[in-house]
């Protein structure tokens, strides 16, 4: 299987923002991350210790100051793409396209509503949430105005952590827009004419390359053992029967069991892991409970749930959570 991996563009980009901020961290780290190219992937791990030094200045504004310094030439290839869209409406239907290419770091999509247009982003990572997703929801914020060549902002940015700045850090990212905060999910909400809105002139030419190196890139990082084909499916719908996906594989449950078996596992050991790792990640998001996470694995009711999940984590799921405060 393939390690936790992100392309290197985000955090370059953010080691390029921090002199403008006042802010410095170790010097290993920043050459450790600068090693790695464009075109190559910087381990999870390592953009991890980036986000943990951070944290350690004690700056709880310092995502937030990230996302609103960071400018579109900071960004690799993806980054050219989603500013070569004409909308925000296209750039963020790429920035979902492509999402593979970031990486391991979580996933965008997007819904419609009477509201407007919601950008929702699920996060994978379980460690320093708070300062990643507000500098994931400000870049997303400040690319907008970028793409759309207006200065449109959100009317509504949700966070599942509490405030963690000054109310005035937030509002110089996110202008007016209503913040909520200790919600279920992250997202920002945008009025449907700032959706389809364009004020600046887009070089088709220059946008159709991007997409063609994406595609490229993307072929690139498809899985290629059956385990990671098989975890990559249950990882983006974790409620597949083994039937369900056999049927996507085009091969038997029979022939999917035997595949397997050669990398001597089981689909129910894939299967288990996947579903451990994601209850995991969701209780450390907070707001969801036992009936919660039994409806989202498809179990068929809440007691099946609680007895798989103590065969994961050896414990009962309210133990698991007290164990985590």
């Given at each position: ?89 296209a ?30 982003f ?8 708070p ?11 400040s ?28 509002q ?36 159709q ?8 890139q ?74 919660n ?13 609680a ?19």
């Amino acid at each position: 299987m393939k390690t936790d991996s992100v392309t290197p563009g985000f955090s370059k980009a953010i080691l390029q923002v921090l002199p403008n901020l006042g802010v410095s961290i170790a010097p290993e780290l920043v050459a450790q991350i600068n090693q790695f190219s464009s075109e190559s992937r910087l381990p999870m791990a390592l953009q991890d210790g980036l986000w943990q030094a951070l944290t350690q200045l004690n700056d709880p504004e310092l995502g937030l100051k990230i996302g609103l310094g960071l400018k579109p030439d900071s960004y690799d290839m993806l980054g050219f793409l989603l500013f070569s869209c004409p909308t925000l409406g296209a750039a963020v239907d790429s920035l979902i396209a492509y999402s593979a290419l970031i990486g391991e770091g979580g996933k965008f999509r997007k819904s419609h509503s009477e509201q407007g247009w919601r950008v929702t982003f699920d996060a994978y990572f379980n460690q320093l949430i708070p300062i990643r997703i507000e500098a994931v929801l400000a870049c997303v914020a400040s690319g907008a105005k970028w793409i759309s060549g207006a200065p449109i902002k959100p009317k509504v940015v949700s966070f599942c952590h509490p405030q963690q700045g000054n109310l005035n850090t937030y509002q110089a990212v996110f202008g007016n827009a209503e913040l909520r905060f200790s919600q279920s999910s992250n997202y920002l909400i945008y009025h449907h004419d700032d959706w389809q809105l364009q004020q600046r002139s887009v070089n088709q030419a220059v946008q159709q390359q991007m997409q063609s190196l994406a595609e490229q890139q993307l072929k690139q990082l498809q899985p290629q053992s059956i385990v990671d084909k098989v975890s990559v499916l249950l990882t983006k719908q974790p409620t597949l029967t083994r039937q369900q996906t056999s049927n996507l594989l085009a091969m038997s449950e029979r022939h999917l069991n035997r595949k397997l078996a050669e990398h001597g596992i089981s689909y129910k050991n894939i299967s288990d892991k996947i579903r451990k790792n994601l209850a995991e990640k969701l209780i450390l998001q907070g707001n969801v409970n036992q009936a919660n996470l039994a409806t989202y694995f498809g179990y068929a009711d809440e007691s099946a749930f609680a007895k798989a999940f103590k065969r994961w984590t050896g414990m009962g799921f309210k133990q698991y959570k007290e164990n985590i405060k």
